[in-house]
Protein backbone atom coordinates (compact mmCIF):
# COMPACT_ATOMS: atom_id res chain seq x y z
CA UNK A 1 0.00 0.00 0.00
CA UNK A 2 1.12 3.61 -1.08
CA UNK A 3 2.14 5.70 2.02
CA UNK A 4 0.28 9.03 2.51
CA UNK A 5 3.14 11.14 0.77
CA UNK A 6 3.67 8.79 -1.99
CA UNK A 7 -0.26 8.48 -2.30
CA UNK A 8 0.12 12.38 -2.64
CA UNK A 9 3.08 11.98 -5.45
CA UNK A 10 0.83 9.91 -7.25
CA UNK A 11 -2.12 11.63 -6.97
CA UNK A 12 -0.59 15.49 -7.98
CA UNK A 13 1.69 13.93 -11.04
CA UNK A 14 -0.62 14.33 -13.81
CA UNK A 15 -1.09 18.03 -12.39
CA UNK A 16 3.04 19.59 -12.07
CA UNK A 17 3.70 22.08 -15.00
CA UNK A 18 7.27 23.04 -14.96
CA UNK A 19 7.60 26.36 -15.56
CA UNK A 20 11.70 27.22 -14.44
CA UNK A 21 12.21 30.25 -16.75
CA UNK A 22 9.53 31.36 -13.14
CA UNK A 23 12.49 30.92 -10.90
CA UNK A 24 13.28 34.33 -10.39
CA UNK A 25 9.92 35.62 -10.55
CA UNK A 26 9.22 33.72 -7.60
CA UNK A 27 12.12 35.29 -5.24
CA UNK A 28 13.14 39.38 -4.39
CA UNK A 29 15.40 39.30 -7.32
CA UNK A 30 12.56 40.10 -9.63
CA UNK A 31 11.55 42.90 -8.22
CA UNK A 32 15.31 44.65 -8.04
CA UNK A 33 14.47 46.62 -11.21
CA UNK A 34 10.94 47.72 -10.25
CA UNK A 35 10.46 50.71 -9.37
CA UNK A 36 8.93 51.25 -5.94
CA UNK A 37 9.00 47.95 -4.59
CA UNK A 38 12.71 47.97 -4.58
CA UNK A 39 13.19 50.65 -2.34
CA UNK A 40 12.76 48.41 0.86
CA UNK A 41 14.39 44.69 0.33
CA UNK A 42 11.90 42.38 1.64
CA UNK A 43 14.02 39.13 0.96
CA UNK A 44 11.03 37.04 1.36
CA UNK A 45 9.11 38.79 -1.56
CA UNK A 46 7.84 37.68 -4.87
CA UNK A 47 8.08 40.00 -7.77
CA UNK A 48 5.49 42.29 -9.28
CA UNK A 49 6.05 40.50 -12.78
CA UNK A 50 4.88 37.04 -11.31
CA UNK A 51 1.63 39.08 -10.15
CA UNK A 52 1.40 40.76 -13.38
CA UNK A 53 1.53 37.70 -15.09
CA UNK A 54 -0.90 35.92 -12.74
CA UNK A 55 -3.79 38.60 -13.03
CA UNK A 56 -3.32 37.46 -16.79
CA UNK A 57 -4.09 33.98 -16.77
CA UNK A 58 -6.34 34.22 -13.73
CA UNK A 59 -8.08 36.70 -16.16
CA UNK A 60 -8.53 39.63 -13.46
CA UNK A 61 -9.71 43.17 -14.05
CA UNK A 62 -11.12 46.08 -12.10
CA UNK A 63 -14.61 44.42 -11.47
CA UNK A 64 -12.13 41.73 -9.38
CA UNK A 65 -11.06 41.95 -6.00
CA UNK A 66 -7.73 40.38 -5.12
CA UNK A 67 -6.67 39.17 -1.28
CA UNK A 68 -3.28 38.47 -0.14
CA UNK A 69 -3.29 36.96 3.10
CA UNK A 70 0.50 37.21 3.98
CA UNK A 71 1.14 40.56 2.00
CA UNK A 72 4.43 41.27 3.07
CA UNK A 73 6.25 44.01 1.23
CA UNK A 74 2.33 44.53 -0.42
CA UNK A 75 3.97 43.26 -3.83
CA UNK A 76 0.31 41.53 -4.85
CA UNK A 77 -1.63 44.72 -3.34
CA UNK A 78 0.75 47.69 -5.14
CA UNK A 79 1.19 45.60 -8.71
CA UNK A 80 -2.78 45.25 -8.47
CA UNK A 81 -3.28 48.97 -7.65
CA UNK A 82 -1.11 49.60 -11.14
CA UNK A 83 -3.15 47.19 -13.18
CA UNK A 84 -6.88 48.89 -11.41
CA UNK A 85 -7.30 46.19 -9.54
CA UNK A 86 -8.88 46.51 -5.89
CA UNK A 87 -7.56 44.64 -3.11
CA UNK A 88 -6.79 43.70 0.32
CA UNK A 89 -3.34 42.60 2.46
CA UNK A 90 -3.10 41.25 5.96
CA UNK A 91 0.32 40.66 7.41
CA UNK A 92 0.96 40.21 11.13
CA UNK A 93 4.28 41.62 10.96
CA UNK A 94 3.61 45.38 11.96
CA UNK A 95 6.85 46.15 10.20
CA UNK A 96 5.25 44.70 6.78
CA UNK A 97 1.73 45.94 7.60
CA UNK A 98 3.08 49.56 7.51
CA UNK A 99 5.82 49.11 4.44
CA UNK A 100 2.78 47.65 2.59
CA UNK A 101 0.24 50.25 3.40
CA UNK A 102 3.15 53.20 2.75
CA UNK A 103 4.25 51.38 -0.62
CA UNK A 104 0.39 51.41 -1.78
CA UNK A 105 0.00 55.30 -0.91
CA UNK A 106 3.04 56.82 -2.50
CA UNK A 107 1.03 57.10 -6.17
CA UNK A 108 -1.50 59.74 -4.31
CA UNK A 109 1.68 61.77 -3.29
CA UNK A 110 1.72 65.25 -3.73
CA UNK A 111 5.45 65.46 -5.61
CA UNK A 112 6.37 68.90 -5.11
CA UNK A 113 5.44 68.63 -1.22
CA UNK A 114 8.04 65.67 -0.86
CA UNK A 115 10.79 67.44 -2.40
CA UNK A 116 9.87 70.94 0.09
CA UNK A 117 9.98 68.37 2.89
CA UNK A 118 12.59 66.62 2.14
CA UNK A 119 14.12 69.71 2.47
CA UNK A 120 12.92 70.84 5.58
CA UNK A 121 14.10 67.48 7.10
CA UNK A 122 17.41 67.65 5.77
CA UNK A 123 17.99 70.87 7.70
CA UNK A 124 16.14 70.03 10.78
CA UNK A 125 17.27 67.10 11.70
CA UNK A 126 21.14 68.72 12.47
CA UNK A 127 19.16 70.76 14.62
CA UNK A 128 17.37 68.09 16.70
CA UNK A 129 17.85 67.32 20.48
CA UNK A 130 16.93 64.47 21.69
CA UNK A 131 14.84 64.52 24.87
CA UNK A 132 15.25 61.37 26.40
CA UNK A 133 14.14 59.11 23.59
CA UNK A 134 16.06 55.71 23.57
CA UNK A 135 15.54 51.93 21.19
CA UNK A 136 13.65 49.51 22.89
CA UNK A 137 15.77 47.29 25.43
CA UNK A 138 16.19 44.26 23.42
CA UNK A 139 19.82 42.99 23.27
CA UNK A 140 20.62 42.90 19.54
CA UNK A 141 20.73 46.58 19.36
CA UNK A 142 23.80 47.43 21.91
CA UNK A 143 25.84 45.12 18.99
CA UNK A 144 24.09 45.99 15.87
CA UNK A 145 24.44 50.17 16.29
CA UNK A 146 27.16 52.31 17.13
CA UNK A 147 26.37 54.38 20.26
CA UNK A 148 26.77 56.91 17.52
CA UNK A 149 24.76 55.59 15.16
CA UNK A 150 21.60 54.60 17.99
CA UNK A 151 21.37 58.16 17.92
CA UNK A 152 21.63 59.83 15.11
CA UNK A 153 19.28 57.03 14.20
CA UNK A 154 16.64 58.55 16.92
CA UNK A 155 17.36 61.64 15.92
CA UNK A 156 16.28 61.30 12.33
CA UNK A 157 12.85 59.49 13.39
CA UNK A 158 12.18 62.44 15.73
CA UNK A 159 12.67 64.54 12.68
CA UNK A 160 10.35 62.71 10.43
CA UNK A 161 7.82 62.59 13.08
CA UNK A 162 7.56 66.57 12.76
CA UNK A 163 6.91 66.61 9.39
CA UNK A 164 3.07 66.93 7.91
CA UNK A 165 1.44 63.64 8.14
CA UNK A 166 0.72 63.31 4.77
CA UNK A 167 4.40 62.49 3.54
CA UNK A 168 5.41 61.37 6.96
CA UNK A 169 5.07 57.73 6.38
CA UNK A 170 7.08 58.08 3.36
CA UNK A 171 10.22 59.52 4.93
CA UNK A 172 9.65 56.90 7.81
CA UNK A 173 10.08 54.08 4.96
CA UNK A 174 12.84 55.71 3.72
CA UNK A 175 15.04 55.73 7.00
CA UNK A 176 13.49 51.92 7.51
CA UNK A 177 14.95 50.96 4.38
CA UNK A 178 18.66 51.87 5.17
CA UNK A 179 18.58 50.72 8.92
CA UNK A 180 20.47 47.59 7.63
CA UNK A 181 23.03 49.60 5.65
CA UNK A 182 24.40 51.70 8.85
CA UNK A 183 23.92 48.77 10.95
CA UNK A 184 26.85 45.97 12.15
CA UNK A 185 24.66 43.21 10.68
CA UNK A 186 23.64 41.85 7.22
CA UNK A 187 20.59 39.41 7.03
CA UNK A 188 21.64 36.29 5.93
CA UNK A 189 20.25 33.00 5.46
CA UNK A 190 17.95 32.51 8.92
CA UNK A 191 19.83 35.25 10.94
CA UNK A 192 20.78 38.66 11.25
CA UNK A 193 24.71 38.43 10.44
CA UNK A 194 27.24 40.38 12.93
CA UNK A 195 29.68 42.00 10.59
CA UNK A 196 32.89 44.41 11.32
CA UNK A 197 32.82 47.37 8.94
CA UNK A 198 32.59 50.82 8.62
CA UNK A 199 29.15 52.43 8.72
CA UNK A 200 27.88 55.15 6.44
CA UNK A 201 26.12 57.91 8.32
CA UNK A 202 22.56 58.59 7.67
CA UNK A 203 22.37 61.12 5.63
CA UNK A 204 24.89 59.70 3.00
CA UNK A 205 22.74 56.63 2.42
CA UNK A 206 19.59 58.30 2.71
CA UNK A 207 19.89 60.79 0.43
CA UNK A 208 20.88 57.66 -2.15
CA UNK A 209 17.64 56.29 -1.32
CA UNK A 210 15.79 59.24 -1.67
CA UNK A 211 17.20 59.85 -5.18
CA UNK A 212 16.09 56.98 -6.26
CA UNK A 213 12.73 56.89 -4.37
CA UNK A 214 12.25 60.57 -6.26
CA UNK A 215 13.01 58.97 -9.43
CA UNK A 216 10.87 56.34 -9.41
CA UNK A 217 7.57 58.25 -8.38
CA UNK A 218 8.56 61.22 -11.18
CA UNK A 219 8.30 57.90 -13.19
CA UNK A 220 5.40 55.97 -12.02
CA UNK A 221 3.36 59.72 -11.64
CA UNK A 222 4.15 60.55 -15.96
CA UNK A 223 3.06 56.88 -16.21
CA UNK A 224 -0.18 57.15 -14.38
CA UNK A 225 -1.37 60.47 -14.92
CA UNK A 226 -4.95 61.03 -14.29
CA UNK A 227 -5.23 57.64 -13.33
CA UNK A 228 -8.07 56.54 -10.93
CA UNK A 229 -6.75 54.58 -8.32
CA UNK A 230 -8.61 51.53 -7.03
CA UNK A 231 -9.54 50.62 -3.57
CA UNK A 232 -6.46 49.30 -1.56
CA UNK A 233 -6.68 48.11 2.28
CA UNK A 234 -4.20 47.08 4.69
CA UNK A 235 -4.97 45.03 7.80
CA UNK A 236 -2.17 44.49 10.18
CA UNK A 237 -4.08 41.42 11.08
CA UNK A 238 -3.76 37.54 11.45
CA UNK A 239 -4.37 35.16 8.38
CA UNK A 240 -5.44 32.56 10.42
CA UNK A 241 -8.80 35.06 11.16
CA UNK A 242 -9.41 36.40 8.13
CA UNK A 243 -13.20 35.97 8.62
CA UNK A 244 -12.90 38.36 11.31
CA UNK A 245 -12.33 41.21 9.01
CA UNK A 246 -14.47 43.22 6.81
CA UNK A 247 -13.54 43.50 3.12
CA UNK A 248 -15.69 45.78 1.06
CA UNK A 249 -16.54 42.58 -1.19
CA UNK A 250 -15.63 38.92 -1.37
CA UNK A 251 -12.05 38.42 -2.91
CA UNK A 252 -12.39 37.02 -6.13
CA UNK A 253 -8.99 36.40 -6.30
CA UNK A 254 -5.87 35.36 -4.16
CA UNK A 255 -2.11 35.66 -4.79
CA UNK A 256 -0.24 34.76 -1.86
CA UNK A 257 2.86 33.39 -0.38
CA UNK A 258 2.60 31.89 3.27
CA UNK A 259 5.96 31.45 5.61
CA UNK A 260 8.28 28.50 4.26
CA UNK A 261 8.32 25.67 6.57
CA UNK A 262 11.96 26.63 6.85
CA UNK A 263 12.64 27.95 10.33
CA UNK A 264 12.95 31.50 9.10
CA UNK A 265 11.79 34.04 11.57
CA UNK A 266 10.66 37.44 10.44
CA UNK A 267 10.78 39.32 14.33
CA UNK A 268 14.47 37.94 14.22
CA UNK A 269 15.11 39.18 10.77
CA UNK A 270 13.85 42.36 11.13
CA UNK A 271 14.43 42.95 15.08
CA UNK A 272 16.17 46.44 14.21
CA UNK A 273 13.60 47.63 11.52
CA UNK A 274 10.87 46.49 14.21
CA UNK A 275 13.03 48.55 17.12
CA UNK A 276 13.25 52.01 15.25
CA UNK A 277 9.51 52.49 14.71
CA UNK A 278 7.04 49.30 16.01
CA UNK A 279 7.82 47.89 19.54
CA UNK A 280 7.82 48.69 23.24
CA UNK A 281 10.47 46.03 24.36
CA UNK A 282 11.51 42.97 24.19
CA UNK A 283 8.44 41.34 25.41
CA UNK A 284 6.49 42.67 23.00
CA UNK A 285 8.86 41.61 20.70
CA UNK A 286 8.19 38.26 21.49
CA UNK A 287 4.90 38.38 21.89
CA UNK A 288 4.83 39.52 18.16
CA UNK A 289 7.01 36.61 17.23
CA UNK A 290 5.22 33.67 19.42
CA UNK A 291 1.98 35.75 17.04
CA UNK A 292 3.16 34.60 13.38
CA UNK A 293 2.52 31.37 11.58
CA UNK A 294 4.27 29.08 13.18
CA UNK A 295 6.78 28.25 10.61
CA UNK A 296 9.58 28.94 13.26
CA UNK A 297 11.72 26.88 15.62
CA UNK A 298 10.56 28.93 18.66
CA UNK A 299 6.68 27.64 17.09
CA UNK A 300 4.84 26.13 20.30
CA UNK A 301 2.57 23.03 19.77
CA UNK A 302 -1.07 23.77 21.53
CA UNK A 303 -2.39 20.39 21.67
CA UNK A 304 -2.78 20.57 17.85
CA UNK A 305 -3.59 17.08 16.06
CA UNK A 306 -1.84 16.00 12.64
CA UNK A 307 -4.34 17.85 10.31
CA UNK A 308 -3.40 15.71 7.00
CA UNK A 309 -2.21 12.39 7.28
CA UNK A 310 0.99 13.22 5.43
CA UNK A 311 1.89 15.27 8.16
CA UNK A 312 0.92 12.24 10.67
CA UNK A 313 3.01 10.28 8.28
CA UNK A 314 5.88 12.56 8.46
CA UNK A 315 6.17 13.03 12.13
CA UNK A 316 6.07 9.68 12.41
CA UNK A 317 9.29 9.07 10.51
CA UNK A 318 11.19 11.74 11.88
CA UNK A 319 10.67 10.55 15.62
CA UNK A 320 13.06 7.65 14.42
CA UNK A 321 15.61 10.09 13.39
CA UNK A 322 18.09 11.83 15.98
CA UNK A 323 17.04 15.38 14.83
CA UNK A 324 19.55 18.20 15.05
CA UNK A 325 17.04 20.13 16.43
CA UNK A 326 14.31 18.53 18.66
CA UNK A 327 12.12 21.05 17.91
CA UNK A 328 11.37 20.52 14.00
CA UNK A 329 8.57 18.13 14.57
CA UNK A 330 6.47 21.42 16.55
CA UNK A 331 7.06 23.40 13.84
CA UNK A 332 5.79 21.10 11.22
CA UNK A 333 2.73 20.25 13.37
CA UNK A 334 2.13 24.16 14.30
CA UNK A 335 3.00 25.16 10.79
CA UNK A 336 0.66 22.80 9.05
CA UNK A 337 -2.52 23.29 11.69
CA UNK A 338 -2.28 27.16 11.21
CA UNK A 339 -2.31 26.61 7.50
CA UNK A 340 -4.76 24.47 7.76
CA UNK A 341 -6.86 27.42 9.51
CA UNK A 342 -5.77 29.86 6.33
CA UNK A 343 -7.30 27.00 4.16
CA UNK A 344 -10.23 27.59 6.28
CA UNK A 345 -10.41 30.86 6.39
CA UNK A 346 -10.16 31.62 3.09
CA UNK A 347 -13.32 29.30 2.18
CA UNK A 348 -15.08 31.41 4.36
CA UNK A 349 -14.64 34.43 2.96
CA UNK A 350 -13.67 33.78 -0.62
CA UNK A 351 -16.19 34.54 -3.72
CA UNK A 352 -17.14 31.19 -4.81
CA UNK A 353 -15.35 30.55 -8.43
CA UNK A 354 -12.54 32.39 -6.97
CA UNK A 355 -9.00 31.81 -8.30
CA UNK A 356 -6.15 30.90 -5.87
CA UNK A 357 -2.68 31.27 -6.58
CA UNK A 358 0.31 29.85 -3.73
CA UNK A 359 3.70 30.16 -3.93
CA UNK A 360 5.39 27.24 -1.46
CA UNK A 361 8.79 25.81 -0.98
CA UNK A 362 8.77 22.21 -0.07
CA UNK A 363 11.66 21.75 2.40
CA UNK A 364 14.20 18.54 3.65
CA UNK A 365 14.45 17.92 7.21
CA UNK A 366 16.83 14.81 7.79
CA UNK A 367 16.41 13.50 4.49
CA UNK A 368 13.13 13.51 4.24
CA UNK A 369 11.48 15.40 1.79
CA UNK A 370 7.93 17.61 3.13
CA UNK A 371 5.63 17.95 -0.13
CA UNK A 372 4.29 20.98 1.32
CA UNK A 373 2.90 22.06 -2.33
CA UNK A 374 0.89 18.61 -2.40
CA UNK A 375 -0.07 18.58 1.71
CA UNK A 376 -1.61 22.01 1.04
CA UNK A 377 -3.58 21.43 -2.34
CA UNK A 378 -5.04 17.67 -0.55
CA UNK A 379 -5.90 20.02 2.80
CA UNK A 380 -7.46 22.93 0.27
CA UNK A 381 -9.50 20.15 -1.68
CA UNK A 382 -11.38 19.26 1.67
CA UNK A 383 -12.47 22.48 2.10
CA UNK A 384 -14.26 23.02 -1.37
CA UNK A 385 -10.83 24.38 -2.97
CA UNK A 386 -9.99 22.45 -6.12
CA UNK A 387 -6.31 21.93 -7.46
CA UNK A 388 -5.95 23.12 -11.09
CA UNK A 389 -1.98 22.47 -11.16
CA UNK A 390 1.10 22.87 -9.06
CA UNK A 391 3.31 25.19 -11.53
CA UNK A 392 7.06 24.31 -10.42
CA UNK A 393 9.36 27.11 -10.53
CA UNK A 394 12.47 25.91 -9.19
CA UNK A 395 14.35 22.97 -7.64
CA UNK A 396 16.43 23.55 -4.53
CA UNK A 397 18.63 21.85 -2.92
CA UNK A 398 20.33 20.18 -6.00
CA UNK A 399 24.06 20.92 -5.52
CA UNK A 400 26.32 18.09 -5.75
CA UNK A 401 27.02 18.00 -2.16
CA UNK A 402 23.23 17.58 -1.65
CA UNK A 403 22.85 15.16 -4.02
CA UNK A 404 25.46 13.14 -2.97
CA UNK A 405 23.71 12.98 0.76
CA UNK A 406 20.25 12.70 0.16
CA UNK A 407 20.15 11.22 -3.80
CA UNK A 408 18.62 12.95 -6.60
CA UNK A 409 15.35 13.55 -5.49
CA UNK A 410 14.54 17.57 -5.68
CA UNK A 411 13.08 20.01 -3.52
CA UNK A 412 10.23 21.61 -5.26
CA UNK A 413 9.40 25.66 -5.30
CA UNK A 414 6.15 25.62 -6.86
CA UNK A 415 2.96 27.90 -7.15
CA UNK A 416 -0.14 26.16 -6.49
CA UNK A 417 -2.97 27.12 -8.66
CA UNK A 418 -6.38 26.59 -6.79
CA UNK A 419 -10.23 27.25 -7.83
CA UNK A 420 -12.60 28.03 -5.15
CA UNK A 421 -15.56 25.96 -5.40
CA UNK A 422 -17.92 25.77 -2.58
CA UNK A 423 -18.18 27.41 0.67
CA UNK A 424 -17.37 24.91 3.64
CA UNK A 425 -19.92 24.86 6.24
CA UNK A 426 -17.00 22.50 8.40
CA UNK A 427 -15.73 24.42 11.53
C1 LIG B 1 6.67 34.98 2.25
S1 LIG B 1 6.23 36.45 3.08
C2 LIG B 1 5.15 37.22 1.94
C3 LIG B 1 5.89 38.04 0.95
C4 LIG B 1 5.00 38.76 -0.04
N1 LIG B 1 4.44 37.85 -1.03
C5 LIG B 1 5.80 39.84 -0.75
O1 LIG B 1 5.88 39.86 -1.97
O2 LIG B 1 6.40 40.65 -0.03
C6 LIG B 1 5.16 35.88 4.34
C7 LIG B 1 4.57 36.97 5.20
O3 LIG B 1 3.66 36.36 6.14
C8 LIG B 1 3.63 37.19 7.29
N2 LIG B 1 2.97 36.46 8.39
C9 LIG B 1 3.49 35.56 9.26
N3 LIG B 1 2.55 35.09 10.08
C10 LIG B 1 1.38 35.70 9.71
C11 LIG B 1 0.04 35.59 10.16
N4 LIG B 1 -0.31 34.77 11.15
N5 LIG B 1 -0.90 36.35 9.55
C12 LIG B 1 -0.58 37.19 8.52
N6 LIG B 1 0.68 37.32 8.07
C13 LIG B 1 1.65 36.58 8.64
C14 LIG B 1 5.08 37.56 7.49
O4 LIG B 1 5.20 38.71 8.29
C15 LIG B 1 5.55 37.76 6.06
O5 LIG B 1 5.48 39.12 5.70
Redesign the pocket.
Known amino acids: MLTSCAALEQKYSALLEERLGWRSLVSYVGNRNEPVLRWFR ?1 K ?3 SAELVRRLIVEFNLNEKDFIL ?9 LYTAQGEGIPSAG ?4 PL ?1 AFVADTLTKVRTLDLDEVSRNYRILIENVVKEKLNGEKFPDVPIISRAFTEDKIKELLLWRQAISKLPSEVQDFFMLLLLSVVESVSLTSKDGQFLRLIQRETPDIKTVFSKKYSQAYNDLLSIKTFQHGAILPDTHVFP ?4 KLSELSFPKAPTAVI ?5 LNRYD ?1 SRSYVLELCLNFIKDAEHLKEIRH ?3 RSHIESKRNGDKPPHEAVAEILDLLSTKSMNNPKIPDMILGYFA ?1 MNEVIIQLSRVLMENAKVAVVVGNVRFEGIIIPVDMILSDMAERFGFHTEKIVITRYKGNSSQQMGKYGREKVRESVLIWSFQKKSNKK
Open positions: YESFDPFSGLGTTVDLLSRDARTSPPYYSLLD
